[in-house]
């Protein structure tokens, strides 16, 4: 272990480049087949409490990744190097167990195991990028991680939807799911551990990182509490969003008429992949970190526009279904990852904060999830006749106009708060 750890940290950048990535990917990805493939199941005719129960399950798992979320301001601030490895197997571990339990306690009563299914897998995130940030391929380690998102999430439920036609039960399907990614997600997470810690030259461009006690969380969040107010706002609006295309896609689908095509999840991956990757790397080749700031939140008004034209363009007949999940997708992708690996990774570089991104991350995620639990309890009792399908249009437009106004107030308050650091230095 030792000696893997020392060649990659004498390595060309390239090769600690395709080795960290690779292990950073495989490791997230693995995550999903634990997290997203009970989503592809129908569960039609079924309700509890008058509410469709499909729904039911995933606010159920949203709340708990949520509480993970809320959980994870001290614990991933906090963790200490030599602990991550054994943390991820554990919470992934538990989330498999939960599965199993999902598949044999009952209806209404396994609703409780959804719950207990997202707690712990909503700290993985944190674990995993900890490993790749303050260093001066963050970037690219990022980009490269951040396609688990679209990648992972399509193969699960690609291999979910296949184990459904060869007549695996909803119920039993997601924990077989989690049996097949178990020896993947055990190498994955060894190589990930094997990476070195950010060397001399890391520290200088982009700040040492360090475990965050209590009162420096408190100090961070004091100096920069607008800024990350409108983030937050903004951030709510976008993880709702996503989660609702993620979570009822196979519904789109099924509205488009492709319900029993599998490989339709992985047909509209790769341009989605190719054009994040694209547009996400790019941001590397922006040395100065609070320019990056900007061209992130730039970055972000591109995908929000991108999502309601092309929704635009579909209703009006201009553009294919298919095509209107590959935009919609690739923009919702645009927006949301950089708040996972960039925004945070380039605010704590620009004004030399001491701390970590996972605080920050994890303090935008909790109040993004809990966006998301709102979200699906508000179409559940104001818009119950409304179809999944025809929601997701509509809140296209909703978080077009929202995201583009938040977006323009973040870039005024860096300019302004940069502005007033300088005069203080």
């Known amino acids: 272990m030792k000696l893997i750890k020392q060649y990659l940290s004498k390595s060309p950048t390239y090769v600690f480049v395709m080795v960290a990535s690779l292990a950073a990917f495989s490791t997230y990805s693995c995550m999903y087949a634990y997290r997203k493939s009970f989503s592809v199941g129908i569960f039609e005719n079924m309700d509890f409490l008058g509410i469709d129960y499909k729904s039911l399950l995933i606010i159920a798992q949203v709340l708990g990744y949520m509480s993970s979320k809320f959980l994870g301001i001290k614990i991933i601030s906090e963790m200490k190097a030599n602990n991550r490895m054994w943390a991820i197997l554990s919470l992934i571990g538990f989330s498999e167990l939960a599965l199993v339990g999902f598949a044999f306690i009952p209806a209404p009563y396994n609703i409780a195991c959804l719950f207990l299914n997202g707690l ?17 391929t963050t970037e690219i380690l990022g980009a490269i991680l951040s396609l688990s998102f679209i990648i992972a999430n399509n193969i699960s439920k690609s291999l979910a939807q296949t ?20 020896v993947p997600l055990f190498i994955s997470v060894f190589l990930l551990n094997q990476i070195p810690p950010p060397n001399a030259e890391d520290e200088k461009l982009r700040v040492k990182r360090v475990p965050m006690d209590a009162k420096s969380r408190w100090q961070s969040f004091q100096f920069f509490a607008l800024g990350l107010s409108l983030l937050i706002i903004n951030y709510m609006f976008l993880t709702a969003y996503r989660d609702l295309q993620s979570n009822f896609a196979s519904n789109i689908w099924l509205a488009l008429g492709y319900a029993q095509v599998p490989s339709i999840y992985l047909t509209t991956t790769i341009p989605i992949a190719l054009i994040v990757l694209l547009m996400m790397s790019l941001l590397y080749l922006v040395k100065d970190n609070f320019k990056a700031l900007l061209s992130i939140q730039a970055m972000i008004i591109f995908g929000l526009l991108m999502i ?8 009006k007949g201009l553009i294919s279904g298919v095509t209107w999940v590959i935009l919609t997708g690739a923009g919702t992708y645009l927006c949301y990852i950089p708040f996972n690996c960039f925004v945070f990774e380039r605010t704590i570089a620009a004004f030399k904060v001491v701390g970590n991104a996972g605080f920050f991350m994890y303090l935008a995620d909790s109040f993004g999830y809990l966006a998301s639990v709102g979200t ?19 809140s296209s437009y909703t978080l077009t106009f929202v995201g583009i106004i938040f977006c323009l107030s973040t870039i005024y308050y860096y300019n302004w708060k940069y502005k007033n650091s300088l005069i203080l230095q």
Do not use: C, D
């Open 308 to 315: 309601g034209l092309s929704t635009f363009a579909f209703e």
């Open 376 to 394: 699906l309890l508000y179409k559940n009792f104001f818009e119950a006749k409304l179809s999944w399908y025809q929601f997701i249009i509509n």
């Open 120 to 136: 712990p897998l909503g700290m993985i995130w944190g674990l995993v990028f900890s490993y790749l940030e303050g260093r001066k």
């Open 163 to 182: 184990l459904l036609q060869n007549g695996v039960s909803e119920f039993v399907m997601p924990y077989v799911v989690g049996l097949i990614f178990g």
